[in-house]
């Protein structure tokens, strides 16, 4: 990814925060999409209840919307709006359809959660209460948020910028690691998108995270607590090194895929641990190498 990319954009939120701060904006509220209007556009007022749009103009510092996707009317929302703070969480209801919610096509990512607010990282949430599939389509990013396939999957697009956290040597909430975003819930949840940024990729839930892309280029930690991640590329893990795993949780990679890096920790770029039969790619923090995967991690 272009690096100068992320540090343009969070520049531009940093200038919307501001602006956002002098117009006063209210607590936030939630919205709930009707898909009422005659297209697909968020900023359009009629595919809202009430015929008012979210708040899509706020600050990283300030407390956008929370958004509600129900039904089964215009199952494909489009965010063509320059965002800033688009929205704080996003939920998909228990009588959503199959929604696809798409960032235009360009070079700005739409951002979900805040800084504001108490605690601020419970905000960037996408969460999936329906049984139909849910897919996130181009270009995303989510400042503290967990995604939770809590009664259906999740498949993700484009790019996911990991944490929203901008550059290599930023710092505070913005370093490597300072912020994390949380893959969870009963269902699946798969990546097809490339992984970004500084952030943390925390996989919790029962449910598998999938991951196949070999572009992902994130450099922060991964730490696979609950279920099963599956990798289906050589560099699907990102820069950071190997996985770090509690008992009880699976890492599996499907031929072509391995886990580089020394021991769980450093650099990637070091020699790749012993090759093994794609069911078996499981390692133990501080292993130098493979383990049956009977064995666990």
Not at 73 to 78: A, D, E, I, V, Y
Not at 245 to 264: D, I
Request: glycine content about 14%; proline content about 5%.
């Amino acid at each position: 990814m272009n690096r100068s990319f992320v540090k343009n954009n969070a520049l531009r939120f940093a200038a919307l925060t501001a602006v956002a701060g002098m117009a006063g904006f209210s607590q936030a509220a939630t919205k709930t999409w009707d898909g009422g209007g005659a297209d697909d556009f968020i900023n359009t007022a009629a595919n809202w209840v009430g015929d008012v749009n979210p708040n899509l103009t706020a600050g990283s510092g300030t407390n956008a919307d929370d958004w509600v996707f129900t039904g089964s009317t215009r199952l494909t929302p489009t965010i063509n709006v320059v965002p800033g703070n688009l929205a704080n969480n996003v939920t998909f209801d228990a009588n959503a359809g199959a929604f696809t919610l798409t960032v235009s096509t360009g070079t700005n990512f739409a951002a979900f959660g805040s800084t504001a607010g108490s605690p601020a990282s419970t905000a960037g949430n996408f969460t999936n209460n329906s049984a139909n599939v849910q897919t996130l389509s181009g270009n995303f990013a989510s400042r503290f948020g967990t995604v939770n396939a809590n009664t259906g999957a999740f498949v993700i697009n484009g790019e996911w910028i990991l944490g929203n956290t901008g550059v290599s040597g930023s710092t505070g909430t913005n370093a490597q690691d300072g912020r994390t975003n949380t893959f969870t819930g009963s269902n699946n949840v798969t990546i097809h998108a490339q992984i970004t940024s500084v952030g943390r990729l925390l996989k919790q839930g029962t449910g598998t995270l999938f991951i196949d892309n070999d572009a992902n280029d994130y450099s922060g930690t991964t730490r696979i607590e609950q279920g099963a991640v599956q990798i289906s590329a050589a560099n699907a893990l990102g820069t950071y090194g190997a996985p770090v795993s509690r008992a009880g949780a699976v890492l599996s990679g499907k031929p072509g895929a391995r886990v580089q890096g020394a021991s769980g920790t450093g650099p990637r770029g070091g020699p790749p641990p012993p090759a093994c039969p794609p069911a078996d790619l499981h390692r133990r923090p501080g292993a130098a190498g493979c383990l049956p995967s009977s064995s666990g991690i």
